[in-house]
T-cell receptor, first 114, second 112 residues
Framework: ETGVTQSPTHLIKTRGQQVTLRCSSQSGHNTVSWYQQALGQGPQFIFQYYREEENGRGNFPPRFSGLQFPNYSSELNVNALELDDSALYLC?????????????FGSGTQLSVL | EDQVTQSPEALRLQEGESSSLNCSYT??????LFWYRQDPGKGPEFLFT???AGEEKEKERLKATLTKKESFLHITAPKPEDSATYLCAVQASGGGADGLTFGKGTHLIIQP
């Protein structure tokens, strides 16, 4: 059983640029969610995808968008990067879209915006 | 707005010294309360889900309990490998796919 894998592990961008982060879900999981974790804070919910459609979103602006593919892998896209976007971005998969029972998290992508 | 407050922010214990971590929450209908462990440079790792007041769950040296306003994570005779940040999260019983609302965590250090 493979776990949740994210790429890249680290990324440095400049303000105003665009970035794409990638996630491969755990085998057999059909739901993926993305979280942003700033230094010293708990993870904050960005959105969730189930069967290639967004079915839940936190308090993040539209410049945060995503995709889920037929193989349940996922992308997080962030446009017009701001300094405050610097954070650890976590992907989590599960096999139940309504109840977040036992989310499996990847190790994250550390994004630095200069 | 759902809120989770964890205390203390940091806790340093000697090996074998038992203690408890607190998680206070406000939520518009609780679907579940979750405890996760996070090691440096890694994503959170699931520990427990609690659904209703009075529920308790145990795993090795950890025991989680739930009341209508708070949850406790009791650590009995901890070992250095228990050192980590412990995160508490809630999910509201809304109609849609609501994500988890996390607290800031308690950074636990167990000294040999």
């Amino acid at each position: 059983e493979t776990g949740v894998t994210q790429s890249p592990t680290h990324l440095i961008k400049t303000r105003g640029q665009q970035v794409t982060l990638r996630c491969s879900s755990q085998s057999g999981h059909n739901t993926v969610s993305w979280y942003q974790q700033a230094l010293g804070q708990g993870p904050q919910f960005i959105f969730q995808y189930y069967r290639e459609e967004e079915n839940g979103r936190g308090n993040f602006p539209p410049r945060f968008s995503g995709l889920q593919f037929p193989n349940y892998s996922s992308e997080l896209n962030v446009n017009a990067l701001e300094l405050d976007d610097s954070a650890l971005y976590l992907c989590a998969s599960s096999n139940n879209r309504a109840v977040n029972e036992k989310l499996f998290f990847g190790s994250g992508t550390q994004l630095s915006v200069l | 707005e759902d809120q989770v407050t964890q205390s203390p922010e940091a806790l340093r214990l000697q090996e074998g010294e038992s203690s408890s971590l607190n998680c206070s929450y406000t939520v518009s209908g609780l679907r579940g309360l979750f405890w996760y462990r996070q090691d440096p440079g890694k994503g959170p790792e699931f520990l427990f889900t609690l659904y209703s007041a009075g529920e308790e769950k145990e795993k090795e040296r950890l025991k989680a309990t739930l009341t209508k306003k708070e949850s406790f994570l009791h650590i009995t005779a901890p070992k250095p490998e228990d050192s980590a940040t412990y995160l508490c999260a809630v999910q509201a019983s809304g109609g849609g796919a609501d994500g988890l609302t996390f607290g800031k965590g308690t950074h636990l250090i167990i000294q040999p």
